[in-house]
């Protein structure tokens, strides 16, 4: 999954007009989909999420969501709200500040959101709409009847985009269907994501959805695991798709990948103890466990490995965090996790270079498969021997997948193949070993089990010359974007702790003012009790929070190549958070400095 992947979630749960009813799943539904949306080892989108806002403010959202993208994008947008048809039978998605007769004015119509899909030059949009659809409104009233045909697909399906490759609708219900909440339509439950939501997070996150078993939850396979969860659920509820994709589009990968070990029980005895009333014996136990998870017969530490899952899972604390502590390590740790070849003329001898497997016998058994048809592997009793093919001149970026029987990794592998008649300049990754690699078939998977005693020491490489060295520079991952990051969540930090500081310091002179009567003056006691210096602070700290962590994103943006997506994803984290304090801190900053100038002179 190499494009570029954004998602927009729209949750919406609170409505000032009371003939909405309050939903319960929204904010449930935009944090469980954002996790699994967003974890690499999934979905690996790009998310945002819009809670609660003004038929505006979505509009806003929606369309610079869908501006100024690249043919190469997929896009996903989910609705979590009211659906809402109006007299003349128009779809339309209610905001925050919803009046029902006048939905025009104050709800987003879904002629709006389908201009929007066919504007944009993604090559891919999907929708995803998760909402409680009511009928035309009366005049004057403020209450929803669920009178009429709510066709949601038809409101999409008119017309196909132009600009992109195509374009996906699924819908939680249709026609005189609702979306159902649990057990109940939109009533006072326990908040928990909706039917509909929880099948696709549930698909996603567990890989349930990958109903073809190739290490992929296509669009096509996650519709029809949601169909059979929601209609197992609720009889009543019918998803409903309409599409127009040339090809197959993969919205997430599949824990499932993994190989699969025929687990060999742990003894009897063990299981009984893992039960015990007494804690020692049961402590006992799972350190057991841990010892059979290093063992180096496979079986029997799969066996461990399948009972430690129980244990984090449904132990008291201190059981369950050792259980997590030897679970996480047989987690696959390839090293190293990033291979930069150089520049290798064309043609010449394939080099090669050795990746070693870290951790015990089950961390380090896996399949290894390569997503580009110019990369070899070649498995080693410590690990694996990548090769480049030198047939095709030109910048060569891709990755090699592991799938183990826990979690997955990637290996990514650049090189840069110049013209046969080209200077030779070796990159400062090329092996002097020039043995020719043994062909392989292309994107054959293969099971690589390694012997820890046989991992090959690390080959002494030559000092760098200058240019190797501005060249390993450019390929280092950067650190500059996550440490403007953080600077600016300190400066949002410092500028939230000197508002609270003026708040007090103001409300001081507030009340000294107060006690001298007529005789006194707000100026003057402001200035004695120094609630300006921290006022001060504060603008200026959070302007320059803004300004710092619009330098972090930009960088981010225009190097996107010299960071991993965790450093990616720190950042924008980091990023969002210091300007969702900064920006509320600075209006009431802002408002404080107002009410000061004009109310000194009056008072």
Same mark, same amino acid.
């Given at each position: 999954m190499t494009d570029s992947r954004h998602a927009l979630i729209i949750a919406n749960d609170r409505y000032t007009d009371q003939g909405l009813k309050k939903l319960k799943a929204p904010a449930q539904d935009a944090a469980a989909l954002e996790r699994v949306l967003h974890d690499p080892q999934i979905g690996d989108f790009e998310v945002e999420v819009v809670h609660n806002a003004s038929a505006d403010l979505m509009r806003r959202r929606i369309q610079g969501f869908f501006n100024d993208r690249r043919r190469a994008d997929t896009l996903l947008l989910h609705f979590s709200c009211h659906g809402l048809k109006s007299e003349s039978g128009e779809l339309y998605f209610a905001a925050s500040d919803t009046e029902p007769p006048l939905l025009a004015a104050t709800a987003v119509a879904s002629q709006f959101v389908r201009g929007c899909m066919s504007g944009t030059r993604a090559g891919r949009s999907v929708l995803f709409l998760d909402c409680c659809y009511g009928g035309a409104f009366s005049r004057g009233s403020a209450s929803v009847r669920a009178s009429g045909e709510v066709n949601v697909l038809e409101s999409f399906a008119k017309d196909e985009p132009a600009g992109g490759r195509g374009w996906a609708v699924i819908t939680a219900s249709d026609s005189m269907e609702y979306s159902f909440e649990g057990s109940e339509l939109a009533e006072n439950t326990a908040p928990r994501p909706s039917v509909f939501t929880h099948a696709v997070v549930e698909g996603l996150e567990t890989g349930e959805a990958d109903l073809d078993a190739d290490g992929n939850v296509s669009l096509d396979d996650l519709y029809e695991y949601v169909y059979r969860h929601v209609r197992e659920q609720n009889p009543h509820q019918t998803p409903k798709k309409a599409a127009e994709l040339q090809g197959e589009l993969h919205l997430a990968r599949s824990r499932r990948g993994g190989i699969k070990i025929v *687990?060999?029980?742990?003894?009897?005895?063990?299981? *009984? *103890?893992?039960?015990?009333?007494?804690?020692?014996?049961?402590?006992? *136990?799972? =350190?057991?466990?841990?010892? +059979?998870?290093? &063992?180096?017969?496979l079986p029997v530490a799969e066996g461990a490995r399948q009972h430690l899952g129980e244990v984090a899972h449904d132990e008291v604390q201190p059981l369950a965090d050792l259980a997590a502590g030897a679970l996480d390590e047989i987690r696959l740790a390839p090293s190293p996790d990033r291979l930069d070849f150089g520049r290798i003329p064309r043609g010449s001898t394939p080099p090669k270079r050795s990746v070693s497997m870290q951790g015990p016998p089950l961390a380090r058994h896996c399949v290894v498969q390569p997503k580009q048809p110019w990369l070899r592997v070649d498995p080693t009793r410590g690990g694996m021997e990548v090769h480049v093919d030198t047939a095709t001149p030109g910048h060569l970026s891709g990755d090699i997948a592991l799938k183990g029987v826990a979690d997955e990794s990637l290996i990514h592998v650049e090189a840069e193949v110049t013209p046969a008649d080209g200077p030779p300049k070796p990159g400062p990754h090329l092996s002097d070993d020039s043995t020719t690699p043994k062909p392989q078939p292309e994107? $054959? &998977? +293969? =099971?690589?089990?390694?012997?820890?005693?046989?991992?090959?020491? $690390?080959p002494k490489e030559p000092p760098e010359t200058p240019e190797q060295q501005k060249r390993t520079d450019r390929t280092t991952p950067s650190r500059r974007a996550p440490a403007l990051a953080g600077a600016a969540l300190a400066l949002a930090v410092t500028a939230l702790a000197m508002l609270f500081m003026t708040i007090q310091r103001g409300v001081v002179a507030v009340v000294a003012r107060a006690d001298a009567g007529v005789t006194g003056n707000v100026e003057d006691d402001i200035r004695e009790y120094g609630a300006l210096t921290p006022l001060i602070v504060c603008l200026i700290t959070g302007a320059a929070t803004l300004v710092v962590g619009a330098f972090a994103r930009h960088d981010l943006g225009a190097r996107r190549e010299h960071y991993t997506k965790q450093a990616a994803s720190g950042t924008q984290t980091l990023t969002s958070v210091a300007k969702g304090l900064a920006i509320p801190t600075l209006v009431l900053a802002v408002l404080a400095g107002i009410a000061y100038l004009v109310g000194s002179a009056h008072w």
């Open positions: *687990a060999i029980p742990s003894p009897s005895s063990l299981r *009984a *103890a893992l039960h015990s009333d007494d804690f020692l014996t049961r402590q006992g *136990a799972v =350190t057991e466990l841990c010892n +059979r998870l290093q &063992r180096p017969e994107d $054959k &998977r +293969r =099971t690589v089990v390694i012997d820890p005693s046989r991992i090959p020491s $690390k």
